[in-house]
């Protein structure tokens, strides 16, 4: 069956512009990640989707970065005013179910901001 | 706090030998699942193996297997009759807590010469 997608590949944004990524997760599969990976920080965690509720919003490193998921399928992750240490490849990964099942990545998406 | 450390940024070998790649994690979690990812070129990640903490046998998956010591906190990764499409760099990950995010290692580079 089909995999995670994302769209668009790889987007080329001005600084303090606004920019939505997108990700359509597994059929079926209720939970969904993003995660965000850059030279310096490596992979880390994002945001936490459970149908679509988000009860961990942790790893969002400012409040110019949202996300929601609606008819607990897509979900988009909006990036407002953005600078340019946002700049990296942002990961979505989908999930059966939450405990310890596998996630299945996305081919990512990679914004460069200039 | 999960932490995971992978302590080779880059390892290589030659074609059609063993490869063992390190990881260490640190967790207070006593359910918890382990991962190999492998994210060639490409960009995409994917699923190595899985090994859940509460299973003493080791999981394998054809040239692909795992020596997991609980106590010690280690779970290395073993490619046995390395192929040139091993060549990626290879990401260990802890998922557990309450909502099992993916704690990732900073990657070992694997290369594999012919």
């Known amino acids: 069956g089909a995999g995670v997608s994302q769209s668009p590949s790889n987007k080329v944004t001005e600084k303090g512009k606004d920019v939505e990524l997108r990700c359509d997760p597994i059929?079926?599969?209720?939970?969904l990640y993003w995660y965000r990976q850059s030279l310096g920080q490596g992979l880390e965690f994002l945001i936490y989707?459970?149908?679509?509720?988000?009860?961990?919003k942790s790893g969002l490193p400012s409040d110019r970065f949202s996300a929601e998921r609606t008819g607990g399928s897509v979900s988009t992750l909006t990036i407002q005013r953005t600078q340019q240490e946002d700049s990296a490849v942002y990961l979505c990964?989908?999930?059966?179910?939450?405990?310890?099942?596998?996630?299945?990545f996305g081919p990512g998406t990679r914004l460069t901001v200039t | 706090a999960q932490t995971v450390t992978q302590s080779q940024p880059e390892m290589s070998v030659q074609e059609a030998e063993t490869v063992t790649l390190s990881c260490t994690y640190d967790t207070s979690e006593n359910n918890y699942y382990l991962f190999w990812y492998k994210q060639p070129p490409s960009r995409q990640m994917i699923l190595v193996i899985r090994?859940?903490?509460?299973?003493?046998q080791n999981a394998t998956e054809n040239r692909f297997s795992v020596n997991f010591q609980k106590a010690a906190k280690s779970f290395s990764l073993k490619i046995s009759d390395s192929q040139l499409g091993d060549t990626a760099m290879y990401f260990c990950a802890f998922s557990g807590g309450s909502n099992y995010k993916l704690t990732f290692g900073k990657g070992t580079l694997l290369t594999v010469n012919p």
């Open positions: 090994q859940e903490a509460y299973k003493q």
């Open positions: 990964a989908s999930s059966a179910a939450v405990t310890g099942y596998e996630q299945y």
């Open positions: 989707f459970q149908g679509n509720s988000a009860p961990d």
């Open positions: 059929s079926g599969h209720t939970a």
